[in-house]
C-alpha cells in the first residue's frame, strides 16, 4: 500500500480499472474455455471488486494528500535545519566523487550548476560550497595530509562528521565536526556538545571547522579542552600550507559539478528552491515524505 500511496492519484485510479477489467472479463474469457478451470474463471469475475476498490481506496488518498502538500507549500514558512545529516534519490551528485565520501547515487535531471570560478583558495572559495560539499572536503584536506577518513552517512550525526583514523583502523583517533555557518557564529554550546561526544566515544581529541567564526566563549572553552577550533581564515590557511599539487587536488574535489545547490539533511539530494509568502527557501525534493528545509544565503 505504500508503494501504491507514493503513486499520482491518476495512475492509481487507472490501475484500478485494468486489474478490473482483467478479473471481470479478460482472465474468465480465457478459462472458460476449460471445464477444468470454470471454478477459477468464476472466482476471478466475483473477486474483480476487490483491486477495483483497493486502487481507488489508494487514489483518494493520495489525491487527498497531494492536495494538502500545495497547501502547505504555499503557507509555510522556510526554516533552516542545523541538525541531522545525511543522504538517497533524485537529482545530480557531482560526476566524479567517489561514494565513500557520502554522496549518494543519483540520476541527473537538470543541468550542473556552480560551475567553478575559483583558481585559489580563498575564504570567499570556501564559504561558497554548500554544506555537505564543505564537509567532504574538511574529510579530504585530512586525507591529503595523511589520515584516513571516514564521514557520517544520512541520517542523524549523532554531533560527529567525520572520524579520523591514523594506525589503528577499528579506532579512531580523532573526531571532527563540521559547520558551514558564514553569518552565525559557532557558540560554546555547540563546541561543548563536541566534547561530549569525545567523551562518549572515548576520543581524546576534537576538531571543529566552520566557514565562519566562533564566539568568545566557545574559543575559551576550546583552548581549555583537547581540542582544535579552526575558523574560516583558519582552515583556508592550513590548505594554502599544502603543496600547489593538494591545493590543486583539493580544488578540483570541492568545486567539482553542483557546489552551491544544498544538499538535504536527512535524504542526501540536491534540494529546490521554493517560494513562501515569507519567502524563499530550499525544500527536499521528496517533499511531503521529508521536510527538511533550508533558508536562502542569497
Not at 584536506?141 to 562528521?161: L, N, P, W
Not at 552565525?184 to 563546541?191: A, D, M, S
Request: charged residues 20%.
Amino acid at each position: 500500500m505504500t508503494d501504491v500511496l507514493a503513486l499520482p492519484w491518476q495512475v492509481s485510479l487507472l490501475l484500478g480499472c485494468v486489474f478490473f477489467a482483467v478479473l471481470r472479463w479478460i482472465l474468465p474469457s480465457f478459462l472458460s474455455s476449460s471445464p477444468m478451470l470454470n471454478g477459477i474463471a468464476s472466482l476471478s469475475h466475483s473477486a474483480a471488486w476487490l483491486p477495483l476498490v483497493f486502487f481507488w481506496f489508494c487514489g483518494l488518498i493520495a489525491f487527498a494528500v497531494a492536495k494538502t502538500t500545495n497547501s502547505a507549500e504555499k503557507i509555510e514558512a522556510p526554516r533552516q535545519r542545523t541538525h541531522a545529516k545525511r543522504e538517497p534519490i533524485i537529482t545530480a551528485a557531482p560526476t566524479n566523487l567517489d561514494n565513500r565520501w557520502g554522496v549518494s547515487n543519483q540520476n541527473i535531471t537538470e543541468s550542473v550548476r556552480g560551475k567553478n570560478t575559483f583558481d585559489v583558495w580563498s575564504v570567499e572559495a570556501l564559504r561558497a560550497l554548500e554544506w555537505k560539499r564543505f564537509e567532504l572536503l574538511c574529510a579530504k584536506y585530512y586525507e591529503v595530509v595523511g589520515f584516513k577518513s571516514e564521514t557520517i552517512r544520512c541520517g542523524a550525526d549523532g554531533g560527529i562528521d567525520v572520524k579520523l583514523f591514523k594506525h589503528n583502523p577499528s579506532k579512531p583517533l580523532a573526531v571532527v565536526q563540521c559547520k558551514a555557518w558564514n553569518a552565525r557564529l559557532v557558540g560554546v554550546k555547540e563546541v561543548r556538545e563536541l566534547l561530549g561526544v569525545m567523551a562518549s566515544e572515548k576520543i581524546s581529541r576534537g576538531v571543529f571547522l566552520t566557514t565562519g567564526s566562533y564566539s568568545k566563549d566557545a574559543v575559551t572553552f576550546g583552548a581549555a579542552n583537547p581540542m582544535q577550533l579552526l575558523d574560516g581564515p583558519g582552515f583556508v590557511k592550513k590548505i594554502q600550507e599544502l603543496s600547489a599539487e593538494s591545493q590543486a587536488e583539493l580544488l578540483d574535489f570541492a568545486f567539482e559539478g553542483d557546489y552551491t545547490t544544498p544538499t538535504c539533511a536527512s535524504c542526501g539530494i540536491k534540494m529546490v528552491k521554493r517560494e513562501s509568502p515569507r519567502g524563499v527557501f530550499w525544500g527536499c525534493r521528496n517533499y511531503p515524505r521529508c521536510k527538511s528545509k533550508f533558508g536562502t544565503r542569497e
